[in-house]
């Protein structure tokens, strides 16, 4: 039971990152980067070519930058190629595709079992500590905290507010004399970054990589995000994200309680579908209700009396 | 000075659609000239202020600014030097983020690092601009914007747009939307910080008393011309009626504007 929570809580941390991703091109820039699959695979190919090569520490800068690169040919075609924000998430991740299994010098799996990674590395440094069994979840929880660190530092600049009224107010932003397609191109690099980092650490945390670890993290990290708001409420910043943080291991520790009870472990992208269905349908549907109840309660050619 | 030489626009060329926006239009505004303009629906009032600040290039003709070239600048660089306005109380200020933060970006444009934050500094001076608004918007600086009410939102705006005092403001209709006494209070606020600042501003009204009492000279528009200038002597001894019978006299049929108020 134990390992299965720490289990869990591994896996959240890890994916926390790919949340905090959309908590910045989501939330706060309001642009829906369906690039996200391709580029979690892409850190995680990179990152672990990169591993192989025997770079652990370069593995983590290497991925970040890939990510990036991918997050700037997003924002170009949307900013200065005039194709719609969604539809460059859905070309790049399609492009994408065949770039990882390039990289992977055309394989669609590479294993790392024996290979030296940032985790293998800590797993060194803590040995003999009370922490020694805990090694993954010390270097999830270390990147978590410097994502939040650095998210709650940088949304508090001039930049980063830029970037937030980016995705409230474009007009504003031109009239403080400031581009907004540069602040859509700043904002999905540095987002694109943290979802190729989450993907470098869960290749090398599970020591393998194969071309679908991406697939449907759009939407688990959306899920995550979207239970995370319930939970955090309103605040600043730093509660928000720690709120995207929680929501990722809150949908670990739910998924990993249906597994216990049987739900077969193809189910998880259905769950999270749903997740996110009922968290953006449900507000909806209920502002529709007094329509709706009109129309029951609706007589016709009857005054109200 | 602002010095439109001969700019013209015409959306959808060729077509069927085709629409005259701006036809060889000419303007002097030499500095501090608080000028407002009024017309019919469709006469190129909103069309002159969005080639002046940039939202569409024009066809032909220059605009010069201070005799810097501006015609083919991209709007958000422009923007450095004309605070603009809208009849849309929302298109000013960003809803989810607080007062200050909104008037920091306001403030900062273009004179502040990247990656400097809001300092105490700031702050004070944010709160000492905010409290000649009257409206007690310096006690709130840490709620969100959406959370103001549109007149609020709107002095706000002037505001921000005349935080550092611009070459040239625009104010498009900005007061339309607002109920009648919020529109009056935005009016002489605009006024007070037009006269203080010594600001050079050009105003679209649909109101042809306000036209007449606010700044020094006013312009009459009408199918993307300037049919009438008048400033001094002349403008003073103006009433609204002599207004609507030299439009009627200049383009040979009643002014019309669904909103145009007479009062």
Known sequence: MASILQTALELGLISSLTVLALFLSYTMLNVCDLSTDGCFTLGAVVGAVIALSGHPYLSLPAAMLAGMISGFVTALLQTKMGIDSLLSGIIVNTGLYSINIGIMGGASLLNMNKTETIFTQLKLLLKNTPLSGMYKTVAAVLAVLLVILFLSWFLRTRLGLAIRATGNNPDMVKSSSINPAFTTIVGLCISNSFTALSGCLLAQSQKSVNIDIGSGMVTIALASLLIGRAFAGRGGIARKACGAVLGAIIFRLIYAAALRFHMPAFMLKLVSSVIVIIAIAGPYLKSRYPEFHRRLTHKSGKGDA | ?263
């Open chain 2, 1 to 263: 000075m602002l010095e439109l030489s001969h700019i013209s626009k015409t959306f959808n060329p060729g077509t069927a659609n085709e629409r005259k926006a701006l036809v060889d239009l000419s303007l002097k505004v030499p500095d501090f000239d608080f000028i407002s303009i009024i017309g019919s629906n469709g006469a190129g009032k909103s069309s002159v202020f969005n080639a002046i600040a940039g939202s569409f290039f024009t066809d032909s003709g220059s605009i010069l600014l201070d005799g810097e070239d501006i015609t083919l600048q991209p709007e958000y660089v422009r923007a450095r030097n004309i605070g603009r306005l809208f009849q849309d109380p929302m298109r000013g200020s960003a809803p989810g983020m607080t007062i200050e933060e909104n008037l920091s970006l306001a403030a900062s444009a273009g004179r502040k690092s990247w990656f400097s934050h809001i300092s105490k500094k700031d702050r004070e001076a944010f709160r000492e601009r905010l409290s000649l608004l009257g409206m007690g918007l310096e006690d709130r600086m840490q709620q969100p914007v959406g959370l103001l009410s549109g007149g609020q939102r709107q002095a706000l705006t002037l505001m921000m747009a005349t935080f550092h005092p611009p070459k040239l403001l625009l104010l498009d209709e900005h007061t339309a939307a607002l109920d009648p006494a919020t529109a009056d209070k935005v009016l002489a606020l605009t006024k007070e910080i037009v006269e203080t600042n010594h600001l050079t501003c050009l105003m679209v009204t649909h109101n042809m008393q306000t036209a007449l009492d606010l700044g020094n000279r006013t312009l009459m528009m009408d199918h993307g011309r300037i049919i009438y200038d008048v400033r001094g002597d002349e403008r003073s001894k103006l009433t609204v009626n002599d207004l609507l019978v030299l439009f009627r006299k200049a383009v040979g049929k009643n002014l019309d504007n669904d909103r145009m108020m007479l009062g």
